[in-house]
């Protein structure tokens, strides 16, 4: 029985639809673990970036959850100096680049000079 | 194919998602300033795929039914005593046990997010996380119920807790009628993870498990 649509048939517990959302998942609690955030202050974001992804028209049901997580992983790095907006960019397009320079099969990898 | 000049076309790999993307350079600059080791996020992600998930919390409330003892120092103090099994929080955070009785029933839920017993449950499924279940397990949970097949009597009085970041709730179910003297494994099996959300209740003997998902 189907009680909200996109519902997943997970019996026993999840976990993770797609590896990024895994790695989202275990930087939030690496970060927490090494004291660089607190649990209330982490899940007051969290709690903050979900009533904006929904006041944005996201039906939230779920499915977008680890899109809210991801969302406010960056803004606790933000707000706590953990990484920059700048930093974040370039990095992004450095990766972007690296899977275009990398042939098909072979490890992507962040040239030196980057 | 805007790489055509290149006979096998496998000059370069397909970069993926921007979601994707946006995790790997956080993921690559966090790790570069040491401020997260690649090893312990592969241990927590290797932890929660694999080693915690609802049977630690079926092994609590069997453990419950079965031992009058644990039960008393379950209710009193439910971190220490789940902890005494072995399964111990990592966000510090407090663990409550609400027992149903014939006349109260417990439901579970985070209106604010989707704060979880993740030490004795896994992870959350994706309808506990969703808007419908977060303001409906409040506003009407008698007919959220019903939609998970869990019919409770007129009378029967339904306790919500909506859980916090320092403060979360496990259902204790009703030990299902029929299992007198059953051995605490066998007991087990009839806790499915949505009995200790709330959502249904404990399977009774006989109930085919495969049937319920």
Known sequence: ?114 | MPHDHHHDGHEHTEPPSDIELRVKALESLLVEKGLVNPDTLNTIIETYEHKVGPRNGAHVVAKAWADPEFKQALMADATEAVASLGYCGRQGEHLKVVENTDDTHNLVVCTLCSCYPWTVLGLPPAWYKSAPYRSRAVSAPREVLGEFGTDLDGDKKIRVWDSTSEMRYLVLPQRPLGTEGWSEEDLQALVSRNSMIGVELARTPGQDTEALK
């Open chain 1, 1 to 114: 029985m189907q009680k909200f649509p996109h519902q997943p048939q997970d019996e026993e517990g999840p976990v993770f639809n797609a590896p990024w959302e895994a790695q989202a998942f275990a930087l939030v609690l690496a970060l927490h673990e090494k004291g660089l955030f607190s649990w209330q202050e982490w899940a007051a974001t969290l709690g903050d970036e979900i009533v904006v992804a929904h006041a944005a028209g996201d039906p939230d049901l779920g499915n977008t959850y680890y899109e809210h997580w991801l969302a406010a992983l960056e803004t606790i790095s933000l707000k706590n100096n953990l990484s920059s907006a700048v930093e974040l960019d370039r990095r992004k397009s450095q990766w972007y680049a690296a899977y275009l320079s990398t042939p098909h099969g072979k490890p992507i990898e962040l040239s030196a000079g980057d």
